[in-house]
Every structure is written in C-alpha cells, then in structure tokens.
Nanobody, 129 residues
Framework: QLQLVESGGGLVQPGGSLRLSCAAS????????IGWFRQAPGKEHEGVSC????????YYADSVKGRFTISRDNTKSTVYLQMNSLKPEDTAVYYC??????????????????????WGQGTQVTVSS
C-alpha cells in the first residue's frame, strides 16, 4: 500500500545541481528507512544515500560524500536528495526505496539493496556536457 514517487531528474552539465524528491503515500512507520539508489546502464543498483525517517540517521556512499545531502520533510512525507557538483559518472536512473528498520539496519539497506521489495519507478539523471 506504500507508494513512492520520484521526481526532479533531468539533464544537467557537469558541476551542476539537481534536487530529487521521493514522495511517499500510505506511509507506515514500519517502513522507517528510506533510501536513494541508482542504476547505470549495465550495472546493478547502487546505494547512494539512506535515511531513517523517524530520527534522521543518515548514510552516504563514499562516492557522493560532500556532494549529496539527504533530508526529509515529516509534514509532506517526502525525502529529498540534493545533488551538487554532479559528475558524468552520476548519470543513472535514480530510485527511492523503503525498508523495515526493525529488520535491517540503515547501512545494510543502503549497501545491500537486493532484499528491498518496495521501490519507486525511478527518475533519470543525466550529467553531460
């Protein structure tokens, strides 16, 4: 019953910025961990950044630390990913996903996305000159 809808993707030049949004409807606190993942052509899903909605705990992949910031808006049930200093290697379809925090730690969700069952449909991010 939980639905996740991503938005905010697009085409941007290297060094530019984008802000992605993940809007959750039918939100249940059981799905307390929300993560951003990306999939480049020919590659598996890669964890980008994840957040525990209830307490704000965060995790970032080494490749995006210092450039991306994850945040959430409790009123809007929305998680954001602010992406700055974008690089061509950031090009991918970006997905948000939800997982049960009581079953899997936040870091595990982000680095091992295989078991996740609840996903959005994705938004394309293309970084190119």
């Amino acid at each position: 019953q939980l639905q996740l809808v991503e938005s905010g993707g697009g085409l941007v030049q290297p060094g530019g910025s984008l802000r992605l949004s993940c809007a959750a409807s039918g939100f249940n606190l059981d799905y307390d961990n929300i993560g951003w993942f990306r999939q480049a052509p020919g590659k598996e899903h890669e964890g980008v950044s994840c957040i525990t909605f209830s307490d704000g705990s965060t995790y970032y992949a080494d490749s995006v630390k210092g450039r991306f910031t994850i945040s959430r808006d409790n009123t809007k049930s929305t998680v954001y990913l602010q992406m700055n200093s974008l690089k061509p290697e950031d090009t991918a379809v970006y997905y948000c996903a939800a997982d049960f925090s009581l079953l899997r730690p936040l870091r595990s969700m982000c680095v091992e996305p295989g078991p996740i069952e609840t996903w959005g449909q994705g938004t394309q991010v293309t970084v190119s000159s």
